[in-house]
């Protein structure tokens, strides 16, 4: 069957989880030079996502992690990263798949992106922030035109640079 509409959310998401699977790859290479620091915020009851249960008690729906300084065996691939942390002095190993994650943010040089596609609410339509912009993406079948419905925000970066 084809599509009535092109999936622009669906398509933007993957684009900039792509740019998460790169930053990541850079720094299981090469390590993170300062002041560049990473928070990913993943959900932990997505499909793929593997953490030892007691985390999973512990943060049922969310939960955020810090790669800066003590994080090991950083593997990154096309589905997503696994890394070893500490919690409580023993060390625990976490598979992320990148359709988990929710926030990826570099606080060092005020970089973030907020994903907010899900399995759910797909159909719902489809919102990205990005460096504290957010570009809105009709809902898919029966949305309203963006002169209907208030519009879709455009966003230039230029005027989130540093000059």
């Keep these: ?3 009535s509409r092109i999936d622009y ?3 933007v998401e993957t684009a900039l989880r792509t740019v998460v699977r790169d930053v ?9 030079p300062p002041p560049h620091h990473f928070y990913v915020t993943f959900r932990t009851r997505h499909p793929g996502v593997a953490i030892p249960e007691f985390l999973r008690d512990r ?9 800066q300084h003590q994080f090991w ?6 589905e997503g990263f696994a890394v070893t942390l500490s919690f409580s002095d023993q060390l625990q ?10 926030v990826f943010a570099d606080p060092g040089v005020e970089f973030g992106l907020q994903f907010t596609i899900d399995d759910e609410s797909e159909t719902q339509g489809a919102e ?6 957010t ?15 208030g519009g879709a925000e455009i966003v230039t970066l230029d005027r989130f640079r540093k000059k």
Excluded: F, H, N, W
């Design 93 to 102: 190993r976490l598979r992320v798949p990148y359709a988990a994650i929710k």
């Design 24 to 32: 990541l790859t850079g720094l299981a290479k090469d390590g993170a």
């Design 9 to 11: 959310g669906r398509l």
């Design 128 to 133: 990205v922030k990005l460096l504290g912009a």
């Design 59 to 67: 943060y049922p729906v969310d939960m955020t992690i810090v790669l």
């Design 135 to 149: 570009v809105q993406v009709p809902k898919e079948e029966g949305s309203e035109t963006p002169a209907e419905s």
């Design 1 to 3: 069957m084809r599509r």
């Design 73 to 78: 065996d950083l593997a990154v691939d096309e």
